[in-house]
Structure formats: C-alpha cells, structure tokens
T-cell receptor, first 113, second 115 residues
Framework: QKEVEQNSGPLSVPEGAIASLNCTYSDRGSQSFFWYRQYSGKSPELIMSIYSNGDKEDGRFTAQLNKASQYVSLLIRDSQPSDSATYLCAVRDRGSTLGRLYFGRGTQLTVWP | SAVISQKPSRDICQRGTSLTIQCQVDSQVTMMFWYRQQPGQSLTLIATANQGSEATYESGFVIDKFPISRPNLTFSTLTVSNMSPEDSSIYLC????????????FGPGTRLTVL
C-alpha cells in the first residue's frame, strides 16, 4: 500500500505570510508529484507538478522535491485570503508516465486578513 | 487542459435505486478515472475506465456495484447501483493524456445524496 502523508492542519497564516505545506511518500521509486488546490464544494484544481529534485517556481507558488528524503513541499508566498483552501499532494504510481495517482488526505489552509 | 463536464451535478436518490453519472471531455484523452470523495476525506480511486474493455477496479470496489462504460476516448459513465446512504459522496471523473503533459484534470463532480 503506497502512502502519501500530509500534515492535516488546519494551517492558519496571516495575509502576506509564507504558507508551507508538506508531504511525504512511501514509494521511493515514485517519479511524478502534484499539488492540487480544492476550494470547499469544488473539485481539485492542479496548481503545480514537479518531477526533478529541487525547486520549481510558478508565480507565488514554489514546489520543492527531495527524492532522497521522499519529501515534497509547496510554499505559497505573499499568502492571500483567496488561497484559503485544502491542498492535496498526489504521487504518481511508480514507473508510470500516465495513470494512477495516490492522494494525501489534504492540508486545510486558512489565510486571515 | 481539457474541458470536462459531468452530469448530473447533483442528485438525491432513494435507497435501492441506481444512478448513472456521465463524464464528457472536449478532446480525446488516453486515461479516464473515477474517484469518490466522502465528506471531509481525500480522494479514493474507484476504477480506471478503459476504452473498449472492462474497467480496472481498485480494491474494495466491484463491477456489480459500480459498472463503468467507456465507449470512446471522450466519454465515460459510472453507475452507482443498489444505493445505500453510505454511497452518499461526491463522485469525480478525471482525465489524463500525453497531450496534457501527463497531468491529471478533474471534472466538476457529482454530489450524490442517498436517503
């Protein structure tokens, strides 16, 4: 059973702060990692994907991957109240370029003004 | 990314009945999946919908309860059969294709309540 673990939160940060979301995974052979944002009552929306060790930046979002530590994180800079949502970490099945994702339970983030 | 629609968006059903959920994509995709998300929980994969062959079900899900069709590369259905209140959930389809850089996108979901 492949495990994807996230801090369940809730995580609460003030507007303008950096929010740090963490995820660990059990399958050392995993190659593809994703962060989804899910607003209450909505479906998950893909916000970041990362495949190589290091950092990947997209606007206010930075994904960080450390395969040796089996750890992936998402940093949100200059957090806004509109960032308040549940963030889901997903890991693709080992050896696959398409197909099955394993999801964590999600971290609920609240950004207060 | 793909534009994905699901019908119905929500429904309230009686125990013992069945509901078929449709998922339509605006372009051909390689993979289609069906997930369930119960209140306050993460996503649970029900099955992979295979075009032209039987779906691949995850542990704990069976074809008699969740029959799936995928007649072509843009459409799939999930039926929730002989429903009980425990089937109350959000059902989501997702799609994946090499043309979308192997990223997976979700439809808007179907909120099902079983009385």
């Amino acid at each position: 059973q492949k495990e994807v673990e996230q801090n369940s939160g809730p995580l609460s940060v003030p507007e303008g702060a950096i929010a740090s979301l963490n995820c660990t995974y059990s399958d050392r052979g995993s190659q593809s990692f994703f962060w989804y944002r899910q607003y209450s009552g909505k479906s998950p929306e893909l916000i970041m994907s990362i495949y190589s060790n290091g950092d990947k930046e997209d606007g206010r979002f930075t994904a960080q991957l450390n395969k040796a530590s089996q750890y992936v994180s998402l940093l949100i800079r200059d957090s806004q109240p509109s960032d308040s949502a549940t963030y889901l970490c997903a890991v693709r099945d080992r050896g696959s370029t398409l197909g099955r994702l394993y999801f964590g339970r999600g971290t609920q983030l609240t950004v207060w003004p | 990314s793909a534009v994905i629609s699901q019908k119905p968006s929500r429904d309230i059903c009686q125990r013992g009945t069945s509901l078929t959920i449709q998922c339509q994509v605006d372009s051909q995709v390689t993979m289609m999946f069906w997930y369930r998300q119960q209140p306050g929980q993460s996503l649970t994969l029900i099955a992979t919908a295979n075009q032209g062959s039987e779906a691949t079900y995850e542990s704990g899900f069976v074809i008699d309860k969740f029959p799936i069709s995928r007649p072509n590369l843009t459409f799939s259905t999930l039926t929730v059969s002989n429903m009980s209140p425990e089937d109350s959930s959000i059902y989501l389809c997702s799609v994946e294709s090499s043309r979308f850089y192997n990223e997976q996108f979700f439809g808007p979901g179907t909120r099902l309540t079983v009385l």
